[in-house]
């Protein structure tokens, strides 16, 4: 390694807004992150992940707001610190490896340049280098490759390299956009799985980048959720699962059917029946019913109008005679076809409302 370790450092991200051609982009983000801590920034395009990335790393100003590393304020709308001192490290997307050399060469770019400075010259220099490398290439997996060509490697090969050389820095902070994209579905299942377990090993500080719910609830600790230049939720994927802060979110972090309902304490009524809810509620309400948490039985008043299946699940979509259409998930097979008449019914599992918008 070179001559500092890897130094994990929280973060702080308090009511930051970034304005590009006209347009408010991140309109008031606040975010937080422990040292040694993985935080997955989930969102739909343009809902300004890359923006808050690129500010975070130093390579975009922001209008308003703070940004503290550790306990040192990198950013605000009189401050902003340059990138290469703020002691971060980003992989990007396309990993942006250069094509002329080698994968040692490649790795060992990424040292502070002091460093490179003062281990260029000498044999006990230039060992101390190809050490440094070497480790950092054994520590992703790919100590083997040293002298291979990026344009050699395959993708997720690529994407170790590109990792190591992020690591060499010894960061506080890791920020990775999007790192898995340009891999094919198995190889980004593994790799992401392997990512994730090396930096927890490390205890470093990450930052990933994504659209993929699943990925977001692998890689993080916790997952902000950000939609329209704003973080919606904050929390544990378990905990944003089961208590989703609006129904958007609800909806977007897993499959979710939101009901209208009729608050009646510590129940409400719905199209599918009555739902227990996790607090008393009287009233109008719009109640999120999860698919996992539908049962449909043979015979009744209401028609399979769909049916998805996987191969470990399936989703029967009914319509019920509100008009609405109800998602039930089941393992296996699917019980029923579409034009089957079925019962509909909730498991009892208490669920959350939100208050009826109008």
């Not at 992401?192 to 699943?214: C, K, M, N, P, Y």
């Not at 699940?313 to 699917?334: E, K």
């Amino acid at each position: 390694m070179p001559d500092t370790a890897l130094t994990p450092k929280g973060f702080s991200v308090d009511s930051v807004c970034v304005r590009l051609a006209g347009g408010d982009v991140l309109r008031g983000v606040d975010l937080r992150a422990d040292p040694g801590q993985q935080l997955a920034v989930l969102g739909p395009s343009g809902c300004g992940k890359t923006t808050l990335l690129r500010a975070l790393a130093g390579l975009q100003s922001i209008d308003a707001g703070e940004i503290a590393i550790g306990e040192r304020v990198v950013a605000s709308a009189s401050t902003h610190l340059v990138a290469e001192d703020r002691g971060v490290g980003l992989v990007f997307q396309d990993w942006a490896l250069f094509p002329h050399l080698t994968v040692a060469a490649n790795v060992a770019y990424g040292l502070p340049a002091g460093v490179r400075g003062r281990w260029s010259f000498g044999r006990r220099g230039q060992a101390r280098m190809r050490s440094s490398v070497q480790h950092l290439l054994d520590m992703v997996g790919i100590g083997e490759l040293a002298d291979r060509m990026p344009g050699s490697l395959s993708g997720g090969q690529q994407q170790r390299v590109a990792l190591a050389r992020a690591l060499a820095p010894a960061p506080s902070v890791l920020l990775l956009d999007e790192p898995f994209s340009s891999l094919d579905t198995s190889l980004r299942t593994s790799l992401r799985t392997e990512v994730a377990a090396l930096l927890r090993e490390l205890a470093i500080t990450a930052v990933f980048v994504t659209h993929d719910q699943d990925e977001a609830f692998v890689l993080g600790d916790e997952v902000a959720v950000m939609c329209d230049g704003v973080v919606v939720q904050q929390a544990p994927p378990a905990e944003l699962y089961a208590h989703p802060s609006t129904p958007w979110l609800a909806r977007f972090v897993g499959d979710a059917d939101v009901l209208a309902g009729e608050g009646r304490g510590d129940s409400a009524t719905t199209a599918i029946g009555q739902v227990p809810l996790e607090a008393m509620t009287v009233g109008g309400v719009d109640v999120l019913v999860r698919p996992e948490d539908v049962v449909l039985e043979a015979g009744g008043d209401t028609i399979v109008c769909a049916v998805e299946y996987y191969g470990h699940d399936a989703v029967t979509s009914v319509r019920a005679l509100s008009g609405d259409v109800v998602r039930s998930r089941t393992t296996g097979a699917p019980a029923f076809a579409v034009g089957d008449r079925v019962s509909v019914r909730h498991s009892g599992v208490k669920s959350i409302a939100f208050p009826r918008t109008v």
